[in-house]
């Protein structure tokens, strides 16, 4: 089973990722993540993608491309894979659709996940992450607050804000979105593969809706 999350920026496909994978045991992909771990290495190549990153701009669909093949041939997954923030337009589902035709796989499911731009703003200027253990806080959700101002509740650890998670940033990306990424709504449903979430609710209802259109099948 394959599943895509289609989103805008912080509409919660990391969350929904890591629900999928620990029911469906499915091996996640974040082209996003990859990036981000090519940025921190001191080289040539990391900078021009950090300087992409934190612009809001997109990475080169080549470079993407590349790192997605070399990923995907040194982790495979019997169960599947679910791609949180890719294809991030039509070319890039085309290529995905033969990259995945050559391993005789397709998308099973695309999951939208629909939210205001205003909630999507307060989640992304307020995300603070641990410099440990990862763990995601939000300065802007009394629910999602550390117990102390800038330190994990977990382990005790600094929390850090990413580069790319200011408003600028944020604008360039959503623009990115509504431009380049909106088009795969037509493109998924013309495959009668797309199935609309609301995301503006609490994880649990999110993942709720999601798990009713896989059991449904």
Do not use: H, W
């Not at 289609?6 to 990391?14: I, S, T």
């Not at 021009?48 to 701009?57: Q, V, W, Y």
């Not at 959503?174 to 495959?191: A, E, G």
């Amino acid at each position: 089973m394959n599943i895509i999350l289609l989103a805008p920026p912080a509409a919660g496909k990391g969350t929904q990722s890591e629900l999928l994978i620990k029911k469906y045991q499915l091996n996640q992909i974040s082209t996003g993540d990859l990036l981000r771990k090519i940025a921190s290495n001191d080289s040539k190549l990391g900078n021009t993608i950090k300087k992409t990153l934190a612009s809001g701009e997109l990475v080169n669909n080549n470079l993407v491309f590349q790192v997605l093949e070399e990923y995907m041939d040194k982790n495979t997954s019997e169960n599947g894979y679910v791609f949180d923030g890719f294809p991030r337009d039509t070319l890039q589902a085309e290529k995905l659709d033969d990259i995945l035709e050559n391993m005789n796989q397709k998308i099973d499911y695309v999951f939208y996940l629909n939210v205001s731009k205003e909630i999507l703003l307060k989640r992304i200027t307020g995300r603070r992450l641990c410099k440990s253990c990862g763990k995601v806080y939000n300065i802007n959700i009394d629910l999602l607050k550390p117990k102390m101002n800038s330190i994990c509740d977990n382990c005790g650890q600094e929390l850090y804000r990413r580069e790319d998670d200011n408003e600028s940033s944020f604008e360039t990306r959503y623009q990115n979105y509504k431009i380049q990424t909106q088009p795969l709504i037509d493109y998924y449903q013309n495959k009668n593969i797309l199935y609309e979430i609301d995301s503006s609710l609490e994880k649990e209802e999110v993942f709720k809706q999601i798990e009713s259109f896989i059991e449904k099948r």
